[in-house]
């Protein structure tokens, strides 16, 4: 393995070894608290831009999975067709994978796919960095190689690298969803075919306000929700219309800014399958599956719409929903789970909603 260095704005440095692709690259320093499911979380569209580090200290043991399609066409094996992360960084590289349904290394992966890995990293310590003083740029950079700039994700236009850039049609029921395509996760369009909608996935800046559709999902997706205001402006006249309106993640932050609420970055973000959400409503806590830099501001919100869920460590707001129309959305992936079927429910909701 080529000697690389991990580099923070704030000046801390972290000298390891790099896997993966022996290029240098940018992005901005994140950390997650799951356990397993790399694949999973270097496909999903919201680490668009970022460096991930995984705070558990072996990743790599099972390799990576042969990309494998469903009945209705979405890989059963990663989130998207690609990996979105910058790079990524751990304690301990798993070299010797073992798997039943491994095909390659993560290490092999990442190389393809042109992404560096950095281990032999003290993420503990990097963690405590990151909590104390917020993400922020940073950069892995292989040793003899040239050095390149910081890069802060944050003030581009992440949206509009993910996503479809056509229409796509899934399904054929008789009911319509049009979905805002942000950066949405596979598993979520699979929730709402098992449904028996039929789904058509739009680009994020779409014109869609002259389509004939049942209800408007907002996806997941990466960066700051302001910079799309073009789709918040859409979305604001489907409020006006009444239609049935859900949003995940990035989709709960747009629906808040077009309801006219604001946002605001947070510290460091929830990047996690443990995040427990209090449901107001019923009182019931879940454990939630996150991956979001941004929160909705609660002190913001208008009259007629309540905070539907609480995140239990740190009280940001985790959903909104109208006290009396069928506008509703999450902060966190229900089409993730961390357990059984956890927050599937949510699904039935908007499908009830719609029927």
């Excluded at 080529?2 to 940018?26: P, R, V």
């Excluded at 700039?149 to 049009?178: C, M, R």
């Excluded at 427990?276 to 454990?287: A, H, K, L, Q, S």
Aim: charged fraction near 25%.
């Amino acid at each position: 393995m080529k000697k690389g260095t991990l580099i923070l704005k704030d000046g801390h440095k972290f000298d390891g070894f790099i896997f993966g692709a022996e290029k240098s690259s940018a992005g901005e320093i994140v950390f997650s608290t799951g356990m397993v499911g790399y694949p999973e979380s270097l496909t999903d569209p919201s680490y668009r831009g970022q460096i991930l580090t995984f705070t558990y200290p072996l990743i790599g043991n099972y390799g990576v999975p042969k990309e494998e399609k469903d009945e209705y066409g979405l890989s059963n094996m990663f989130e998207s067709d690609r990996i979105h992360v910058k790079g990524i960084v751990l304690s301990e590289y798993s070299e010797n994978h073992s798997h039943w349904r491994a095909k390659q290394s993560l290490s092999d992966w990442l190389k393809k796919a042109g992404i560096p890995g950095i281990t032999g990293i003290d993420t503990r310590e990097l963690t405590k960095i990151i909590r104390t003083k917020g993400c922020m740029p940073a950069k892995i950079v292989v040793e003899n190689a040239e050095d390149i700039e910081l890069y802060d994700p944050n003030l581009t236009n992440l949206v509009a690298e993910v996503g479809v850039k056509k229409p796509v049609v899934y399904g054929n029921g008789k009911k319509t969803i049009l979905m805002l395509d942000c950066g949405v996760k596979n598993n979520t369009i699979r929730n709402f075919l098992k449904r028996g909608f039929k789904v058509k996935r739009v680009p994020w800046n779409y014109d869609f306000l002259k389509e004939k559709f049942d209800g408007l999902f907002i996806s997941n997706g990466p960066g700051d929700p302001t910079m799309i205001m073009e789709t918040v402006n859409r979305v604001k006249e489907v409020i006006k219309q009444g239609k049935p309106i859900f949003g995940i993640c990035l989709g709960n932050q747009v629906l808040a800014l077009a309801a006219g609420a604001k946002t605001y970055k947070t510290k460091f973000g929830n990047r996690s399958q443990n995040q427990p959400c209090t449901d107001t409503e019923t009182g019931r806590c879940y454990m939630t599956t996150q991956n979001h830099n941004y929160a909705v501001d609660e002190k913001t919100l208008p009259p007629g719409w309540k905070v539907w869920f609480y995140n239990e460590n740190d009280k940001t707001v985790e959903g909104i929903k109208h006290k009396t129309k069928p506008f509703s959305a999450v902060q966190f992936h229900p089409e993730a789970y961390p357990g059984p079927v956890d927050t599937d429910f949510l699904f039935d909701f908007f499908a009830t909603q719609i029927k």
